[in-house]
């Protein structure tokens, strides 16, 4: 060991022939190598080994590789140091360093005896298109399967994948010197996925509420037109009524005027007194709203008197609870003037 370190110590410095690492990788190399160093004799194994491989990647040397060795054998990583002082000796083969490339190898076929192996075996039946195998996360490829490899002692995570099959995990423990062997089993078919819905259809186009119609529970059929009567009768009355009003203010109209007459001149209608002009102005303005009223209820009158005449007609059916149809007489309205000495109107009759 002291003689290993020695030469190490003489060594390490030095970087591979062919390396282009920059200063500043080379800078921070050396650090990383002093600060494992220092690990390494604190046999702090695991913080030793990081900082000697960021060392190797940032700046690669003989020297490294000797160190970084030891502290994967040190800390029970037999097949790590084996590797890696196999290639400490092939570089310093490279860089024609004979002294430290004896010690690589000499280091490397103790190893070998205290070795801990393992077998991955993918028997035919299991073999399928696009199967692949990790150990660890690293692909373990075909030309492997069945061969011996050399690993670190403990727990390997084993992962099988394949296309249309359900993925398969497993972890082998080895021992230090064992020699294991580990049978991929038949992967399981993964389920079938689904079939896509279909798109779901648009909902039909909701219907516009019809309009309630206060005749459809009363259980008599509206289509004899007796609703359209009903309101030509109303309309018809509100006619009659405006007729009415303008009949007043007319009279009202004429009263007026005959009393401003009294209170003017006879030989000149445009001169009179106060109350002669206030009951002048009443009469226009009675005048006006007996023309309004007369206008309004001609119009109501007459829409009465379509609506009504318009509506379908004969005998309007009832229903029965027992859904039979009991015939009814339909209504009747009957409009005619009326004229008497003084007076003039419309008589309204009918039968409902």
Not at 24 to 52: I, P, Y
Not at 98 to 110: F, V, Y
Not at 129 to 144: K, P, Y
Request: negative net charge.
């Amino acid at each position: 060991m002291r003689l290993l370190l020695g030469v190490l110590a003489l060594g390490c410095l030095s970087a591979s022939a062919g390396a282009q690492s920059t200063a500043a990788d080379k800078a921070a190399a050396e650090a990383l190598f002093d600060k494992g160093k220092k690990q390494l004799k604190n046999k702090d194994f695991d913080e030793a080994c990081r900082s000697l491989e960021e060392s190797q990647r940032l700046d690669p040397g003989v020297g490294t590789l000797l160190y970084l060795a030891e502290c994967y054998e040190q800390s029970g990583k037999t097949a790590s140091a084996w590797a890696t002082f196999r290639e400490a000796a092939a570089l310093a083969t490279t860089a024609k360093d004979t002294k430290r490339e004896k010690i690589a190898r000499g280091r490397a076929e103790r190893l070998e005896a205290k070795l801990a192996k393992l077998v991955i075996e993918v028997p035919e039946s299991v073999r399928v298109e696009g199967i692949q195998v990790t150990r660890d996360g690293d692909e373990v490829g075909s030309a492997l399967w069945g061969t011996s490899i050399p690993v670190d002692p403990g727990a390997h995570a084993i992962t099988v994948t394949a296309p249309g099959k359900l993925e398969y995990k497993s972890t082998v423990d080895v021992p230090a010197n064992g020699n294991i062997t580990f049978a991929v089993p038949p992967l399981q078919d993964a389920p079938e996925a689904p079939a896509p819905e279909p798109p779901a259809a648009a909902p039909p186009p909701t219907p516009a509420p019809t309009p309630a119609d206060p005749m459809a529970d009363s259980g008599v059929d509206t289509a004899d037109g007796s609703g359209q009567r009903t309101l030509g009768i109303v309309v018809g009355v509100v006619g009659l009524l405006g007729i009415g009003a303008g009949s007043f203010f007319g009279l009202q109209a004429s009263s007026k005027s005959s009393e401003a007459d009294d209170n003017c001149r006879g030989s000149d209608p445009t001169q009179c007194n106060q109350k002669g002009v206030d009951l002048g102005q009443e009469a226009e303005d009675a005048a006006t709203l007996s023309t309004i009223a007369f206008g309004v209820g001609a119009l109501a009158l007459a829409g009465g008197i379509v609506l009504y005449a318009t509506a379908p007609s004969g005998e309007a059916t009832a229903r029965s609870k027992g859904g039979r149809r009991v015939a009814r007489r339909g209504s009747e309205l009957r409009v005619a003037p009326a004229v008497s000495p003084g007076h003039a109107g419309v008589f309204l009759g009918g039968r409902f």
